[in-house]
């Protein structure tokens, strides 16, 4: 079955960096895009970007842009995302998780949802 | 951008009751790229729905979407205790993502 295993919690001060992985497991990893969400303590979730881990083509959301960089090691199927400049409202739990495709029925299009996501990853930045 | 408001923030009901929860698009989306998801405290999201009426493998039938162009609606038409969480609904388009900011849905 289809398992992401996301990194330990982290913390971190503010100004530092954080790396977070996620290992996919039960399918071929280079088939389906991998995105990266956060969701900041009682808050909603918010998109930060997916990876393409066939290429390393990466799109990252407006808001992610300039501090997050999403990487990947094909050969443990691994995902990382890294996240500069930590500020304490960077403090989140940050998911990743699966983009699946599926054909439309009678149409040249695809469903596109997230269909499997990791147990999450606390990042705390505190001084 | 296009930018998903839920309404309402919180619904007060008790189990065997119908939720109705709505998603509404500052832009005309196609339907076949609206999605929602549960979340219980302390876990991961969960598919419900995809391709707005369309549900998730598992996912009970009281559980149905609907809608079209910028309003969206997940019913679930008798709540069972295992289904009090935060809802959330999600746009694709452009090769970008978007998640309404949630409803909870609490025991009355």
């Known amino acids: 079955q289809v398992q992401l295993v996301q990194s330990g919690a982290q913390v971190k001060k503010p100004g530092a960096s954080v790396k977070v992985s996620c290992k996919a497991s039960?399918?071929?990893?280079?088939?389906?895009?991998l995105h990266w969400v956060r969701q900041a303590p009682g808050q909603g979730l918010e998109w930060m970007g997916w990876?393409?881990?066939?290429?390393?083509?990466?799109n990252y959301a407006q808001k992610s842009q300039g501090r997050v960089t999403m990487s990947r090691d094909t050969s443990i199927s691994t995902v990382y995302m890294d996240l500069s400049s930590l500020g304490s409202d960077d403090t989140a739990v940050f998911y990743c998780?699966?983009?699946?495709?599926?054909?439309?029925?009678?149409?040249?299009?695809?469903?596109?949802?997230?269909?499997?996501w990791g147990q999450g990853t606390l990042v705390t930045v505190s001084s | 951008e296009i930018v998903l408001t839920q309404s309402p923030g919180t619904l007060s009901l008790s189990p065997g009751e119908r939720a109705t929860l709505s998603c509404r698009a500052s832009?005309?989306?196609?339907?076949?790229?609206l999605a929602w998801y549960q979340q219980k405290a302390g876990q991961a999201p969960r598919l419900l729905m995809y391709?707005?009426?369309y549900r998730a493998t598992g996912i009970p039938d009281r559980f149905s979407g609907s809608g079209s162009g910028t309003d969206f609606t997940l019913t679930i038409s008798r709540l069972e205790p295992g289904d009090f969480a935060v809802y959330y609904c999600?746009?694709?388009?452009?090769?970008?993502?978007?998640f309404g900011q949630g409803t909870k849905v609490e025991i009355k």
């Open positions: 832009q005309s989306v196609g339907s076949s790229y």
């Open positions: 999600q746009h694709y388009g452009s090769s970008s993502w978007t």
């Open positions: 998780a699966r983009n699946i495709a599926v054909p439309i029925p009678f149409s040249r299009s695809y469903f596109y949802y997230f269909d499997s």
């Open positions: 039960g399918y071929t990893f280079t088939d389906y895009y």
């Open positions: 391709g707005t009426s």
């Open positions: 990876i393409d881990p066939k290429t390393g083509v990466t």
